[in-house]
């Protein structure tokens, strides 16, 4: 039994999609997330500069001695998942793995589209994870830098928005594929919008409910589970003065954020 905190981390608000889904996967266990909202947009950066805020965002989730940490971030999981997994003795995972899986289980035709940032598209790490599960899949992917904005900003409906998903995702369409993986984890806090968009026939999916997953799978193997009766905390960090997150959290998760601690930015 550990009593400790999960940590849960994002450049923003895209990682409480992974949170609400590691919530209700494991309701009992504390979680501490952590929103780098002063170094937001992570996915048009140099890979290596996103490694150092990924570094420093666990650095700062271990001082909150958590037992395990995801990276819910897709372009952090690719700058940094590595490097922490060979340092950190508590288990790191990340959301590529978990996405490929999912895109794997849910296309008939093998055709898959994937929308991230430009940081993730040009790694290739979906393409390389989902080929990895089926050589024979076929991985289409376009880089929507101004939908997380979008989200970011707190700007989760609209015709403009729906304009800009149409813009991105068309392409897509064109290749025939049967599965959009969001590939952000900003994207579904429109996924609505986002299959309204795509039309009947694809299925669009995230990695947050398989990476959710994960984390209970380990938490048990690594005898890492909860106390039943012990106190369930929830904590939210932010490293910017004046970002939409607080509100954008609250349409997204309730009654779960109540406050955020404004952390420094220099951790
Ligand atoms: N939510 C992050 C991801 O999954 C990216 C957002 C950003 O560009 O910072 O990649």
């Given at each position: 039994m550990d009593n400790r905190a999960i940590g849960v981390f994002d450049s923003?608000?895209?990682?409480l999609t992974v949170l609400r889904e590691v919530i209700k996967e494991v309701p009992g266990e504390s979680t501490i997330y952590f929103g780098d909202t002063k170094r937001?947009?992570?996915?048009?950066?140099d890979i290596e500069q996103v490694r150092g805020f990924v570094i420093k965002a666990s650095e700062f989730l271990q001082k909150k001695d958590v037992k395990m940490m995801v990276i819910a971030c897709n372009t952090g999981s690719v700058a940094a998942l590595d490097h922490l997994k060979e340092r950190l003795s508590i288990p790191v995972i990340g959301v590529i793995k978990p996405g490929a899986r999912t895109a794997v289980k849910n296309t008939k035709n093998r055709r898959v589209g994937v929308i991230a940032t430009k940081a993730t598209v040009k790694s290739g790490a979906y393409e390389r994870e989902i080929k990895k599960l089926d050589p024979g899949i076929r991985v289409y992917q376009v880089a929507a830098p101004m939908l997380i904005d979008y989200v970011e900003n707190g700007i989760l409906q609209g015709k403009e928005l729906d304009a800009v998903i149409r813009k991105y995702i068309g392409p897509l369409l064109l290749k025939d594929i049967d599965v959009l993986v969001?590939?952000?984890?900003?994207f579904p806090l429109i996924e609505k919008q986002i299959l309204a968009v795509s039309g009947n026939g694809i299925r669009v999916i995230s990695s947050a409910v398989e990476t959710a997953k994960d984390v209970k799978k380990i938490l048990m193997e690594e005898g890492l589970s909860a106390d039943a009766e012990s106190e369930v905390k929830r904590e939210f960090y932010e490293?910017?003065?004046?970002?939409n997150f607080f509100r954008t959290g609250q349409i997204f998760l309730g009654a779960e954020i109540r406050k955020v601690i404004r952390v420094e930015s220099g951790i």
């Open positions: 923003g608000v895209g990682g937001f947009p992570y996915g048009p950066r969001l590939g952000c984890t900003h490293t910017s003065l004046n970002s």
